[in-house]
């Protein structure tokens, strides 16, 4: 099973700042890695797919970027209604598989 | 606008079987692949079953490879998942969901399902 690592687990944040999160994969997955934001209490949404291609309706400070084993999600301007957790997955082979999430508490 | 709303969800004994149904609406159903996904209490997202457009094929977690079934009926824009032999590390919330089949695009509320004695 591919093996996604996300970092940090916890990252601690400043309205308006620009952050990245980290996700790394135990084996290529070509572009085959996907994000979602999880509220509490809340489904989780599609933030970016492919690696890098943005969905629509989420807001445009969301990006991403990676291929192979090293993918990035950052977010331009942290905004409040941002602290959530976010998970890393991939749809390259089966099983799919999901990181552990990173989660955005406000510093 | 797509709509996933899940149903079923219940307490159960462990080694009893629960179904749970997707109802789905807002898009063309037979014309995407369906999965399943879960999450324990507090845990992270577990990917469970994918199901093909006709539902020739399907595609399962070894962890419920021969105890669970995912199916749908295309003319009723249902999504299945009959859950046999449950035990209590299938406790979680099951979501229905939609994309291209590699990703998941769509997600349902999700709903809970507890095995316990």
């Known amino acids: 099973d591919v093996v996604l690592t996300q970092s940090p687990a916890t990252l601690s944040v400043t309205p308006g700042e620009r952050i990245s999160l980290s996700c790394r994969a135990s084996e290529s997955v070509d572009t085959y890695l996907h994000w979602y934001q999880q509220k509490p209490n809340e489904s989780p949404r599609l933030l970016i797919k492919y690696a890098s291609q943005s969905i629509s309706g989420i807001p445009s400070r969301f990006s991403g970027s990676g291929s192979g084993t090293d993918f990035t999600l950052s977010i331009n301007g942290v905004e409040l209604e941002d602290l959530s957790i976010y998970y890393c997955?991939?749809?390259?082979?089966?099983?799919?598989?999901f990181g552990a999430g990173t989660k955005l508490e406000l510093k | 606008e797509v709509q996933l709303v899940e149903s079923g969800g219940v307490l159960v004994q462990p080694g009893r079987s629960m179904k749970l149904s997707c109802a789905a609406s807002?898009?063309?159903?037979?014309?995407?692949?369906m999965a399943w996904v879960r999450q324990a209490p507090t845990k992270g997202l577990e990917w469970v079953a994918t199901i093909s457009t006709s539902g020739g094929s399907t595609y399962y977690r070894d962890s419920v490879k021969g105890r669970f079934t995912i199916s749908r009926d295309n003319a009723k824009s249902t999504l299945y998942l009959q859950m046999d032999s449950l035990r209590s590390e299938d406790t979680a919330t099951y979501y229905c969901t939609t994309g291209d089949g590699y990703d998941f695009d769509y997600w349902g509320q999700g709903v809970m399902v507890t095995v316990s004695s």
């Open positions: 807002g898009f063309t159903f037979s014309s995407f692949p």
């Open positions: 997955q991939q749809g390259n082979s089966l099983p799919y598989t």
